[in-house]
C-alpha cells in the first residue's frame, strides 16, 4: 500500500512505539490520529504531526466506538490501524502468601487483549466499505505482542497471557478478513528501550541491552515504526508475527 495520503489510527500513539510509529507514517505523507487516554502527550503529538487527538480507552466498547465513529466523520473511514495501547504488571501467580490480585490479570488482559480486538474488530468494519486498491486490498491492521509471548519470564503471567493471546488470533484475523482485502499482521518486539522500561535503574537497561545477541542493545521506538510502515507498504505480509528481538530469547528472570 502507499501510505501517502492515507488515514491512519494509532492507538497508544502519545508515546514509545506508537507514536514513534505515527511519526513514520506521517512522514510518508499520512493524515494521522492519535488514539489514547493520556490527553496532554496525545495533544502534543496529534499537533507536530498535523493530525487529530482522540481519547481512547482501548478497552471500553463504548469509548472505542465513539472515537472511530469521531475520527470517522472528520478523515473517512481509515485505510491502515496501528495498535500500540499496551500496559505491563508484574506479579507471581503466588507470592509470599497472597495469590496474584485477579483485578490486575483482567486490567492487563483488557486493554492490551480485549483492546486490540476491540480496535480491530471496528477499524476492519469501516475499512471493508472502503473503495479498493491495487490487489483488491482495502486496509491493512498492524498489533504488537511481544517476545513474552514466546518466552514469558516470571511475574509475567498476565503480560505473556495478553500477548500470547495477539499473536494467537493473528491468523485467524487474516483469515476472516481476507474476504474484504484487510490484512492482519503481528509484531512481537523483543527489549525495546520504551515508556514500559522507563522506571528501571540505567545500569540494569544497559544489561538488559547486553543479553541481546546483536545488536548487544535495547531496539528503538524507531525500529519498531521502521518495520511497521514496511508491512503496511508489503502487501504479501499477511498473517504473521514477525519477532524483532536481534535473537534475543529470554530467561527465566
Do not use: W
Request: with cysteine; charged share 20%.
Amino acid at each position: 500500500m502507499d501510505i501517502s495520503g492515507k488515514f491512519v489510527v494509532v492507538t497508544g500513539g502519545a508515546s514509545g512505539l506508537g507514536a514513534a510509529t505515527a511519526r513514520e507514517l506521517a512522514a510518508a505523507g499520512a493524515t494521522v490520529a492519535i488514539f489514547d487516554v493520556n490527553e496532554e502527550a496525545g495533544e502534543a503529538v496529534a499537533k507536530e504531526l498535523g493530525g487529530k487527538f482522540y481519547k481512547c480507552d482501548v478497552s471500553s466498547e463504548d469509548s472505542a466506538t465513539a472515537a472511530f465513529a469521531a475520527s470517522k466523520k472528520a478523515n473517512g473511514a481509515p485505510r491502515i490501524l496501528i495498535n500500540c495501547a499496551g500496559i505491563g504488571l508484574g506479579a507471581k501467580t503466588t507470592s509470599r502468601g497472597k495469590p496474584h490480585p485477579l483485578d490486575q490479570f483482567a486490567r492487563v488482559i483488557n486493554i492490551n487483549l480485549i483492546g486490540t480486538f476491540n480496535c480491530t474488530r471496528l477499524a476492519s468494519t469501516d475499512m471493508a466499505e472502503l473503495d479498493p486498491l491495487e490487489d483488491a486490498e482495502r486496509g491493512v491492521i498492524v498489533s504488537t505482542a511481544s517476545v513474552a509471548a514466546y518466552d514469558g519470564q516470571i511475574g509475567q503471567a498476565a503480560y505473556s497471557a495478553s500477548k500470547g493471546g495477539i499473536v494467537g488470533m493473528t491468523l485467524p484475523i487474516a483469515r476472516d478478513l481476507a474476504s474484504v482485502g484487510i490484512r492482519f499482521n503481528t509484531i512481537a518486539p523483543g527489549l525495546f528501550d520504551t515508556p514500559l522500561m522507563a522506571s528501571l535503574p540505567d545500569e540494569l537497561k544497559k544489561s538488559l541491552g547486553a543479553s541481546v545477541p546483536f545488536p548487544s542493545r535495547l531496539g528503538t521506538s524507531e525500529e519498531y515504526a521502521s518495520l511497521a510502515r514496511h508491512i503496511c507498504e508489503n502487501v504479501m505480509l499477511n498473517g504473521e508475527t514477525i519477532r524483532l528481538d536481534g535473537a534475543v530469547r529470554l530467561a527465566p528472570r
